[in-house]
């Protein structure tokens, strides 16, 4: 088990050792690199330049997705027994911990069941505060775009965040904040998406957790990041609890915009069930943090609009096809784009992306680095997502009932005309890919 123990004051962080890692959060103290980790150090900024108040309990859960994060990030797999699950013991400072306490059960487990992991979350007084309210011009002016705002949307700068924030602001009725969680290289295609967003009422709110690794480990992170959609999410929160502030709304709503194939995310393989399957929007993890959220005290849905819906449908059926269009060739989908800056074209999320552009008969996609996925068969490892997803359409062609499979990646809702559309939209999904594989004479 590795404890990692958070504080924003670095005078009472332990001193790292094999067993424990001490991490610094925010920005109120200088960090030293040299005793501690640290995340989050411009998040209290981004706060007080809304211009206006956020709950304690709004912040406190950020705090808890920000020590996630970095457990997630700075703490390898490789060390685990198995190379793959983690026991990670986080101790974290909290405004009011007896809340969190009552439901560290439930978020241990949603948390497991996203990460792959074993939580132990242990939450103490002393925590930081919501950052007061900044009164420049710059805040005053922001705090004016929330104004009349009746929900957050996550917009990643992702091929189906941006058919989202087209659907709900060129072609809806809805006014949004959309809350962007940017890596390096992120914000850059979110904004050329942002671009086509021009009908409707909108604000934007875009937070970066900006991990930093104490020097020792030579910056040596774990990259499969289970959690980031974790921290998305408190993001969120964060943003509703703004909205409410500012309009006096009781209630709040989180859309995320996920095509059903990727939210199921069934395992190609038997072999993929731990590793290659995340389960960042999957209908049971977020029915587990809505549950936790409102026993906490919030009043707040999460919604996917498009969780009966593949990513061909998203995409021939969105409200505004021209401003598509213009976004579709910025917006980003691929799991390995930021080792060569430009999409792979082989992944699995690429493969259903260019499945689902020639479904929709759209010809402006983005350049892959692998155009011609023929080619890849011939290679060695950057062929194995190809053949998977290839082996997989073929088995879902021999089978009458896919219902199991499905589940593999997670319980299913009880009741049938909501678990049978699940199903369908997986078989649709996959068969979007057969379509395309037999265009590209992979099949």
Not at 83 to 95: G, K, S, T
Not at 191 to 203: A, C, D, F, M, P
Not at 397 to 408: A, F, G, I, L, N
Request: a positive charge; charged letters at 25%; hydrophobic letters at 35%.
């Amino acid at each position: 088990m590795t404890d990692v123990v958070f504080h924003h004051n670095p005078k009472k962080l332990p001193e790292f050792s094999d067993e424990c890692h001490p991490v610094q959060l925010y920005d109120k103290f200088k960090w030293n690199s040299l005793s501690s980790s640290c995340i989050a150090r411009p998040v209290i900024e981004k706060i007080r330049d809304l211009g206006c108040s956020v709950s304690v309990e709004s912040f406190d859960f950020l705090t808890i997705a920000m020590a996630v994060t970095a457990a997630d990030t700075f703490v390898q797999r490789d060390n685990s027994p198995n190379a793959w699950a983690r026991e990670l013991n986080l101790q974290i400072p909290l405004c009011r911990p007896d809340k969190w306490n009552d439901v560290s059960a439930r978020l241990e487990k949603a948390l497991g069941f996203l990460t792959g992991d074993m939580w132990s979350l242990i939450f103490t007084t002393g925590g930081l505060a919501p950052p007061k309210i900044k009164t420049s011009k710059k805040a005053a002016e922001k705090r004016r775009t929330l104004k009349g705002l009746d929900c957050v949307c996550l917009f990643s700068g992702g091929l189906d965040s941006a058919v989202g924030a087209i659907d709900i602001i060129n072609g809806g009725d809805r006014r949004p904040l959309l809350v962007s969680h940017a890596y390096k290289g992120d914000a850059t295609k979110q904004n050329q998406v942002e671009k086509v967003l021009t009908q409707g009422q909108y604000s934007r709110l875009s937070f970066n957790a900006d991990p930093h690794l104490i020097n020792r480990l030579e910056g040596k992170t774990d990259i499969t990041m289970r959690g980031r959609s974790f921290n998305f999410l408190a993001m969120a929160v964060v943003g509703v609890s703004a909205i409410q502030r500012v309009n006096g709304s009781p209630a709040g709503e989180i859309i995320i915009p996920e095509n059903g194939y990727i939210s199921l995310n069934p395992p190609l393989s038997r072999r993929r069930i731990g590793s290659l399957s995340t389960r960042t929007t999957h209908p049971y993890f977020l029915t587990q943090i809505v549950d936790l959220l409102n026993i906490v005290g919030f009043d707040i849905s999460i919604t996917n609009p498009y969780h009966y819906k593949t990513k061909g449908e998203m995409l021939k059926e969105c409200k505004d096809e021209t401003s598509l269009k213009k976004a579709l060739s910025h917006t980003v989908s691929c799991s390995n784009w930021h080792r060569k800056g430009i999409q792979c074209g082989r992944c699995v999320p690429c493969v259903i992306r260019r499945s689902a552009v020639h479904a929709a008969g759209l010809s402006n996609d983005a350049n892959y680095d692998s155009e011609k996925l023929q080619n890849e068969l011939k290679s060695g490892d950057s062929k194995d997502d190809i053949l998977a997803l290839a082996a997989a359409h073929i088995k879902l062609q021999k089978m009458k009932d896919p219902s199991r499979w499905v589940r593999e990646s997670g319980p299913l809702p009880d009741a049938k005309n909501e678990r049978d559309p699940l199903v369908d939209v997986f078989r649709r999904g996959l068969n979007e890919v057969g379509i395309f594989f037999k265009k590209e004479k992979v099949l």
